[in-house]
Structure formats: C-alpha cells, structure tokens
C-alpha cells in the first residue's frame, strides 16, 4: 500500500482500539500511597497500522497495554476493541507479548509452541510448526530447551507464539528492549512482516530509534497521558529547523546574506537558511541569476529532539 493511498483513506479505516479518558490508580491495602497509573489516556489505534507507544520508564506504557489486553481492569475510562467493548470475540483476535516473556523453560521450542497451540484447540503438524520456527530463525534451534535460549530468541519464540492464534492485533510490550543491535534488527524485521501480512500491531518502546524506524504513527505519552500523536514525518515535519540550499555556477552571492549562513567550497555555495517561507523566492532568484541548483535539504528536528521537548512542555 503506497502511502498516498494510506493518506487518502485516513479517516475511512477502522479503529481496532479506541480508548478514552482511561484512569488507572494503584492502591495497596497495606499502604495509604496510591499511585497513579493513568491518567486520563485517549488514544486509537488503526486498522492496519503500526502504532508506537512511545514514553519514558514509568509513563504508563505497560498499564495501558494490560488494560487492552483486558489483563488490568481500568479505574474509569473505556477500551473499546474492533468496535466492541471487551467482548471475548474481540479478545480472541488479539495476540499479546509482554515485557520479558517467561516461558517453561524445560520445554523446547517446538514443544512450545505445540503447548501453545493446544490452548488455542489446534494441533499442527510438526512440519507447519518447523515453517514457523524457520521464519523466525529458530528452526536450528527448535529442540533446545527454551532455558538455553537468549533474549533475543525468546522474543522471537514469544512473537510466534502470540501469532498463533491468528489474531488481528498484536500488542507488544517493549519488545525491542535489552536485545543486541542484531536481535533488534531482526524483531524489527519481524514485526514489519506481520504488518504487512495485514496485522495491526501496538506496540511500546522508550527507544526512539526504534520506533521512528518501524511505526506508521507515534504518540508519545508522559506520566499517564497522551501528550502528542501523529504521523512521524508530520510530527517532524512541521518541525524544520532550517533549508540547506546548495548551488554552484553564481560569482555574486552577497546579495544571498540576509537569507542566512552562506559558504563557498570551490565553485559550490552552500546556503543555510531558516525563513522556509522565503525558499521558494531564494530558489528562484539563484536561478534567474544563473545559478544551478545542486540539491535542496530541509532539516528536520530528529525525532529525539522532539520527545525531549515534549517531555517539558
Ligand atoms: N503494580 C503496581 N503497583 C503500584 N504502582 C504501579 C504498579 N504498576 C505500575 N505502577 C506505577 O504506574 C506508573 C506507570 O507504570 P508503567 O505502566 O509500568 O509504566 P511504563 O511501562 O511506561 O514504564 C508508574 O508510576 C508505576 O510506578
Ligand atoms: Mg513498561
């Protein structure tokens, strides 16, 4: 699906989740301490999409997951999944993976999975399981115990088994978190090829990399709600710094001064320029001088950026 189509159709899609004003507040009985889990959340989620739930340790990521995944009961607010609320219907079309998954661990990762897909009253056959084990990289592996397996490894087991009962929606708790540069690439990898296999996938992160990587849209959530949502290239895009303009073939360039940083390497002038509103005017003019564009680059604010600020404001 190309992009634009996905831009024409905005609004037209389904919302798998719909969550409004969710309020989770931990009390102990032992403790006179509450602690305030959310706080007034609103977010959806669409059809198709992957939605990154992006927010430092303790914003509430994990809450919000459990309170979809109907593993938490919310202290007000509603959750409504693929248009109905709680439903067991809507509940069997999820898949979720939590943060560090436990296994059996004595089992290995074929009886895993045969486990897993006898709770869900199917019995594939061990060639179907292998296909599966493969895709993930885990054939080789597959009657190791599960207790010799890696972070990484497990992850993968982990989104095999959440895949299992075919669900449309997959929720993953930090699923990128304490893996090497090579497991992330994989799970990365991983979780773009179920999008594209038609899943909806949630999931959280507090790595931004990560999620300006593979996510369609961001929201980014600080002490229990929702600060901002949108599409990464929108989000950044309304945030260009500044317009890098290089060109060459121009003598007289003082005139360009009062539109920003000029430098001239050799015949290439380079000019950096903050008034975006005056680019085109800029480009024009070098050109109706002479000038040869070589390329024009807007700089972004990087998506780092963005969230540091977004945390205080
Ligand atoms: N079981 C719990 N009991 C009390 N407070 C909790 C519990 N779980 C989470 N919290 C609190 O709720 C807030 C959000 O936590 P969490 O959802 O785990 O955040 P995240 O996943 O974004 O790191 C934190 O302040 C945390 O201390
Ligand atoms: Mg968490």
Not at 83 to 89: P, Q
Request: with cysteine; proline share 3%.
């Amino acid at each position: 699906m190309s992009n634009l189509w996905q831009e024409d159709c905005r609004g037209l899609e389904m919302k798998v989740i719909e969550i409004k004003n969710l309020v989770k507040i931990y009390a102990s009985p032992f403790m006179r301490k509450k602690s305030i889990g959310l706080n007034g959340l609103n977010m959806e989620v669409e059809e198709g999409e992957i939605f990154g739930l992006l927010g430092p340790n303790g914003a509430g990521k994990t809450t919000a997951l459990k309170i979809i995944t109907h593993l938490l009961k919310p202290s007000g607010g509603s959750v409504t999944l693929f248009g109905g609320v709680g439903s067991l219907e809507a509940r069997k079309r999820m898949g979720f993976l939590p943060e560090n998954p436990t296994f059996y661990r004595h089992l290995t990762g074929m009886e895993l999975l045969q486990f897993y897909s006898r709770l869900y009253g199917k019995n594939p056959t061990r060639k179907e399981l292998e296909e599966k084990l493969k895709v993930v990289g885990l054939k080789d592996s597959q009657d190791r115990r599960i207790s010799g397996y890696s972070k990484g490894m497990l992850q993968r087991i982990g989104l095999i088994q959440t895949l299992i009962g075919d669900p449309d929606l997959l929720v993953l708790d930090e699923p990128l978190s304490g893996l090497d540069p090579v497991g992330r690439r994989e799970m990365k990898d991983l979780i773009r090829k179920v999008n594209m296999e038609g899943k909806t996938v949630l999931f959280s992160s507090h790595i931004l990399s990560d999620v300006e990587a593979i996510c369609n849209r961001v929201g980014i959530i600080v002490d229990g709600k929702m600060k901002k949502v949108g599409h990464i290239g929108e989000i950044l895009k309304s945030e260009i710094r500044y317009i890098d303009i290089e060109f060459e073939g121009m003598e007289e360039i003082d005139w360009l001064n009062e539109y920003g940083d000029l430098k001239k390497e050799g015949k290439v002038i380079y000019l950096r320029t903050k008034d975006t509103e005056k680019k085109d005017k800029v480009l024009k003019e070098i050109s109706r001088r002479g000038g040869r564009i070589i390329s024009v680059v807007p700089q972004r604010q990087s998506l780092e950026e963005h969230f540091i600020r977004t945390l205080n404001e």
